[in-house]
């Protein structure tokens, strides 16, 4: 599953969806809930480009490593692809480079998802206009019928990808703030979950 899963994925999301229509998770956001405290997923939002009844796979887009993919593989110390950031992906195969890369449609209607591209491909999409592209070390991966079951006892807050969730308003990596800006954004309550500290103490 995770080999078919690992070829590139194209994923397109819309502005609008039909309300009480359950919605396929692939092409959605998972925000880790705040009552997740600790671990790789803490705090972690999870781009999810596949989901089928084999399983799911993704990546966590907002823990950076603070590194460059030239600093850290001699393969790309020069070229193209030196200065694309890294970010740890997840917690299956860390030792194994992913790129992807994504871009908003024109006039905002859709998104265009590239995921697990080889590194001809990903120096091919490097200026293309409007395209973001990141590395990424590992990914997170569920067996079948595994992320369903965390879903029910609320390990993961489900939103749309909308394009300008992903967005940023500076030049900055993305990291913590991009979970508290999204989850904020679903409304009051989980705004003043999002603003909590961990440790209770701290309040």
């Not at 590139?8 to 229509?21: D, H, I, L, P």
């Not at 959605?28 to 809930?33: G, V």
């Not at 879903?151 to 940023?168: E, G, N, Q, S, Y």
Request: proline content about 6%; charged content about 25%.
């Amino acid at each position: 599953m995770r080999g078919r899963l690992l070829k590139n994925v194209m994923a397109q999301t819309g502005k609008n969806s039909s309300a009480g229509q359950k919605r396929p998770l692939a092409g959605s956001l998972l925000l880790a809930h705040p009552s997740m405290t600790d671990g790789i997923f803490r705090r972690s939002v999870i781009l999810l480009p596949a989901s089928d009844e084999d399983g799911a796979m993704g990546i966590v887009l907002n823990h950076p490593l603070h590194k460059r993919v030239g600093d850290l593989s001699g393969e790309f110390a020069v070229g193209p692809l030196s200065d694309v950031p890294v970010y740890q992906g997840g917690p299956v195969a860390m030792d194994r480079l992913l790129f992807c890369a994504w871009r908003m449609y024109p006039q905002g209607f859709g998104f265009q998802l590239m995921f697990g591209i080889d590194p001809d491909k990903a120096i091919e999409l490097r200026d293309a206009q409007g395209m973001e592209l990141r590395a990424f070390y590992g990914y997170a991966g569920w067996t079948a019928g595994q992320l369903e079951s965390e879903l029910k006892r609320d390990t993961w807050v489900v939103t749309p990808l909308l394009p300008h969730l992903l967005a940023k308003d500076d030049d900055d990596e993305y990291d913590e703030r991009m979970w508290k800006k999204i989850l904020g954004g679903l409304g009051h309550g989980w705004r003043l979950l999002a603003g909590e500290p961990d440790d209770p103490a701290m309040n």
